[in-house]
């Protein structure tokens, strides 16, 4: 069974960096968006940056209005990794970051989930 294996969650000062990973445990065919989710306490989970790929148009990012200009998402399309370079971090980043990666609906299943890594930003 694939699972996404994702690193780089820890510890921050405000204003600091970290760099999230997520890559599947074995090779999976097919995805054409990958994404990252946080989740404070007590709210919901929320989509944080977006990057998918094929078509005419390319790749492809979008990210939350929160995070514009800190966050920058990319990937290695090689080995199906994603990552999440979060600068200027502030408190108010502080959640469980998940990455999520999507296929086509004919695949089943057609998206995986990371178990999540906790970012907090404190000083």
């Known amino acids: 069974q694939v699972q996404l294996v994702e690193s780089g969650g820890g510890l921050v000062q405000p204003g600091g960096s970290l760099r999230l990973s997520c890559a599947p445990s074995?090779?999976?065919?097919?995805?054409?968006?990958m994404d990252w989710y946080r989740q404070a306490p007590g709210r919901q989970r929320t989509l944080v940056a977006t990057i998918t790929s094929g078509g005419t148009t390319g790749t492809v990012t979008n990210y939350a209005d929160s995070v514009k200009g800190r966050f920058t998402i990319s990937r290695n399309i090689a080995n199906n990794t994603v990552y999440l370079q979060m600068n200027s971090l502030k408190p108010e980043d502080t959640a469980v970051y998940y990455c999520r990666m999507e296929r086509p609906r004919w695949y089943i299943p057609y998206e995986y989930w990371g178990q999540g890594t906790q970012v907090t930003v404190s000083s």
């Open positions: 074995t090779n999976v065919i097919g995805i054409n968006a």
